[in-house]
């Protein structure tokens, strides 16, 4: 199979969607980094659920303020206008329809929509924290994750097996192959790899991907 793209080309790709001045969440991890790829006279407002709103790049190593942290415990800085709250008053925003976007990884999302981010099964650390309120309550809903696991299985499939995080929540997954939106059911593929062909990244697709137009490269810069 041709190369892939990095996460950090996986988040920029999905930094370019991003509207000016979003409201915006970042799931814990891998998603955080698509905060460093707001293009050019865009700026998004990020959200953390433990009760930051506003909040700007991590500072220089050495220089962290360890009371200010996302909900991935990490250093954060602070933007002109940012506020503090309750952590109540934070999911408050999420599950009253106050965020345009969040961003979230996967082990699994169906053609359906359906998303399982939060356990690998019965041997795996129940930890859904707030991904069950983000997934229905931002306006919309976005998966940043590999196209396949460590070892070569799809993470797209036709139904998950993954115990699940939301039903029917995700519209767009940016995955280091392709950029595919659920609609009506069915993966429809709107960007690839130029160089892999649409059979390639259907056979480690576990789900029909649909087209509906031409197809565009997925170009990203090296990063």
């Not at 990095?6 to 698509?34: C, H, K, T």
């Not at 097996?161 to 940016?174: A, D, E, H, N, W």
Request: proline share 5%.
């Amino acid at each position: 199979m041709t190369s892939k793209l990095s996460n950090a080309q996986i988040a920029w790709r999905a930094a370019q969607d991003i509207a000016d001045g979003a409201y915006v969440n970042l799931g814990i991890g891998f998603p955080e980094m698509v905060a460093k790829f707001q293009p050019p006279g865009r700026e998004a407002v990020f959200h953390t659920e433990n009760g930051v709103l506003g909040f700007g790049e991590a500072p220089a190593p050495g220089t962290e303020d360890w009371d200010l942290i996302n909900a991935g415990k990490k250093a954060i800085t602070l933007k002109p206008g940012a506020a503090f709250f309750h952590h109540a008053d934070s999911f408050a925003m999420v599950r009253g329809g106050h965020l345009d976007v969040a961003i979230l990884g996967a082990y699994q999302v169906a053609e359906t929509g359906d998303l399982a981010n939060w356990s690998t099964g019965p041997k795996g650390v129940p930890a859904v924290g707030g991904a069950m309120d983000l997934v229905h309550g931002a306006k919309r809903v976005a998966v940043i994750t590999d196209h396949v696991t460590k070892d070569g299985k799809p993470k797209l499939l036709q139904a998950c097996t993954l115990p699940l995080t939301g039903v029917g929540c995700v519209t767009r997954v940016y995955t280091s192959l392709a950029v595919i939106d659920i609609e009506d059911g069915h993966f429809v593929l709107r960007e690839k790899l130029p160089a892999l062909s649409f059979d390639d990244l259907q056979a480690v697709t576990g789900a029909t991907l649909h087209l509906d137009g031409a197809v565009a490269d997925l170009i990203t810069p090296e990063l």
